[in-house]
């Protein structure tokens, strides 16, 4: 493993879009430290050869793998969601870095065995649409969680592109961000090993600090998962040192 370099971080990406999608995480990832390999059906998905993972975002994930109901306009992938959730569960139980991005940070919750709203601002009247990949939309961190820490920021701006939201909370996990109207816009493991999902898209907004420290925080858990197999106890310390920096 190359954790004296750069870690290697898997990236999950739909089959359609990851040809744009991938280049712009992997720039993030190489800027913070690490290296991006591009995952997908069809492609290599070997977790130990790896550091650290990436759920990127895309399509809506399929109600039938969390007891929802299949709505008319969604565009689904079932092949991936069954090889991200394979993924997730796997990084999860094994201690591997994990980050989610905006379906990536649902795929998490449902590897964890919670569930997902389908329809999410008919459920959260009070949360704005944006649709846009512009900072547009608050959240507010909750306190005295990782998100908080590593962005050092209460108050975010983001970008929203998703339809689906996270509903029932999976085990291990709590909910470190909502928006003004109550929609969950992140999730987080509170310990190792280091797992955090955010419902935006921060490989868009990598002009801000507050988002660059998200990739960051995940290359300094994939280093110190790669130093370290199995101690996942130096995952939580890796990402504190690396927050101390500028």
Same mark, same amino acid.
């Given at each position: 493993?190359?954790?004296?370099?750069?870690?290697?971080?898997?990236?999950?990406?739909?089959?359609?879009?990851?040809?744009?999608?991938?280049?712009?995480?992997?720039?993030?990832?190489?800027?913070?430290?690490?290296?991006?390999?591009?995952?997908?059906?069809?492609?290599?998905?070997?977790?130990?050869?790896?550091?650290?993972?990436?759920?990127?975002? %895309?399509?809506?994930?399929?109600?039938?793998?969390?007891?929802?109901?299949?709505?008319?306009?969604?565009?689904?992938?079932?092949?991936?969601?069954?090889?991200?959730?394979?993924?997730?569960?796997?990084?999860?139980?094994?201690?591997?870095?994990?980050?989610?991005?905006?379906?990536?940070?649902?795929?998490?919750?449902?590897? =964890?065995?919670?569930?997902?709203?389908?329809?999410?601002?008919?459920?959260?009247? %009070?949360?704005?649409?944006?649709?846009?990949?512009?900072?547009?939309?608050?959240?507010?961190?909750?306190?005295?969680?990782?998100?908080?820490?590593?962005?050092?920021?209460?108050?975010?701006?983001?970008?929203?592109?998703?339809?689906?939201?996270?509903?029932?909370?999976?085990?291990?996990?709590?909910?470190?961000?909502?928006?003004?109207?109550?929609?969950?816009?992140?999730?987080?493991?509170?310990?190792?090993?280091? =797992?955090?999902?955010?419902?935006?898209?921060?490989?868009?907004?990598?002009?801000?600090?507050?988002?660059?420290?998200?990739?960051?925080?995940?290359?300094?858990?994939?280093?110190?998962?790669?130093?370290?197999?199995?101690?996942?106890?130096?995952?939580?310390?890796?990402?504190?040192?690396?927050?101390?920096?500028?």
């Amino acid at each position: 493993m190359s954790y004296a370099s750069r870690p290697t971080i898997a990236v999950t990406t739909s089959a359609r879009s990851g040809w744009r999608i991938f280049p712009l995480v992997a720039f993030n990832l190489w800027l913070t430290g690490g290296k991006g390999q591009r995952w997908g059906t069809g492609r290599p998905a070997d977790l130990e050869k790896v550091d650290g993972l990436i759920i990127g975002g %895309g399509d809506d994930i399929s109600p039938t793998i969390y007891g929802g109901e299949i709505r008319a306009e969604a565009r689904l992938d079932p092949e991936r969601d069954d090889l991200e959730r394979r993924l997730a569960e796997a990084a999860l139980s094994e201690g591997i870095p994990v980050l989610g991005i905006c379906r990536g940070a649902q795929m998490l919750n449902v590897a =964890a065995g919670g569930n997902l709203v389908g329809d999410a601002f008919a459920a959260y009247p %009070g949360s704005k649409k944006y649709y846009t990949i512009l900072p547009r939309r608050e959240v507010v961190a909750s306190p005295d969680t990782w998100l908080a820490r590593i962005t050092r920021r209460e108050r975010l701006l983001v970008n929203a592109l998703h339809s689906q939201a996270v509903d029932r909370l999976g085990d291990g996990l709590r909910i470190s961000a909502r928006d003004e109207g109550g929609m969950v816009q992140a999730v987080e493991r509170s310990g190792d090993p280091f =797992a955090l999902g955010v419902q935006w898209h921060p490989e868009h907004l990598f002009y801000r600090k507050s988002q660059r420290r998200i990739f960051r925080a995940l290359v300094a858990a994939a280093r110190a998962y790669a130093a370290e197999r199995h101690g996942m106890g130096a995952q939580s310390e890796a990402v504190a040192d690396a927050m101390a920096d500028p």
